[in-house]
């Protein structure tokens, strides 16, 4: 079975830094995905992690500890639209469907 | 970049009648896709993989018979929920992946109103 724990919600305050966690279990492992989704909205890529270390793309970066089962999204220079539900998602192989964690609803304060 | 294209984006329907929703990749073959479904304030679940050619795969405790995946094509896959009721009222998502990416495309969505 796969699991993904990450915390529901996360309030910060604009222009701050904020960070998302995650754990999992999995039987087989590939890659840690990160996805954003605005209320009503499909979900957009993020980021993905197949190897340890920190991938970053603009205001957002992301971290893999395979020996861990852990990752984390860092948002950086928080704006009022980042508020939304962040969502770290497991994939076992190269072409097999995305496990979703439960998702963290970001709420971005002024 | 890719794209995937979902329609319709909203449908209600009165309950005991069908109704399909349609998932493209426009700009890439997608031999395979993935049909998800997220109830309000809900993570995404995984409800079947969607095979070009061949029999769709669902994920336990999904009804094949009642959510029918045809993927006749490689840019087409087709979901039909059949005979609904309200409590498939739901947002219904299709995903893509193209070749060697690790990169899921979603389409907008699809939301499903069962009366």
């Known amino acids: 079975g796969q699991s993904l724990e990450q915390p529901s919600e996360v309030t910060a305050v604009e222009g701050a830094i904020v960070q998302i966690n995650c754990t999992y279990q999995t039987s087989g492992f590939y890659g840690l995905s990160w996805y954003q989704q605005h209320d009503g909205g499909a979900p957009t890529f993020l980021s993905y992690?197949?190897?340890?270390g920190l991938e970053e793309t603009g205001r957002f970066s992301s971290f893999l500890s395979r020996s861990d089962s852990y990752g984390y999204l860092l948002l950086q220079e928080l704006q009022m639209k980042d508020s939304a539900s962040y969502f770290c998602a497991v994939s076992r192989s190269g072409n097999t469907p995305l496990v979703f964690g439960k998702g963290t609803r970001l709420s971005v304060i002024a | 970049g890719a794209v995937v294209s979902q329609h319709p984006s909203r449908v209600i329907c009165k309950s005991g009648t069908s109704v399909k929703i349609e998932c493209r990749s426009l700009?890439?073959?997608?031999?395979?896709m993935f049909w998800y479904r997220q109830f309000p304030k809900q993570s995404l679940m995984l409800m079947a993989t969607s095979n070009e050619g061949s029999k769709a795969t669902y994920e336990q405790g999904v009804e094949k018979d009642k959510f029918l995946i045809n993927h006749a094509s490689l840019t087409l896959s087709t979901l039909t929920v059949t005979s609904a009721h309200p409590e498939d009222s739901s947002f219904y998502i299709c995903s893509a992946q193209s070749s060697g990416a690790n990169v899921l495309t979603f389409g907008a969505g699809s939301r499903l109103t069962v009366l």
């Open positions: 992690n197949g190897l340890d």
């Open positions: 700009d890439f073959q997608a031999t395979t």
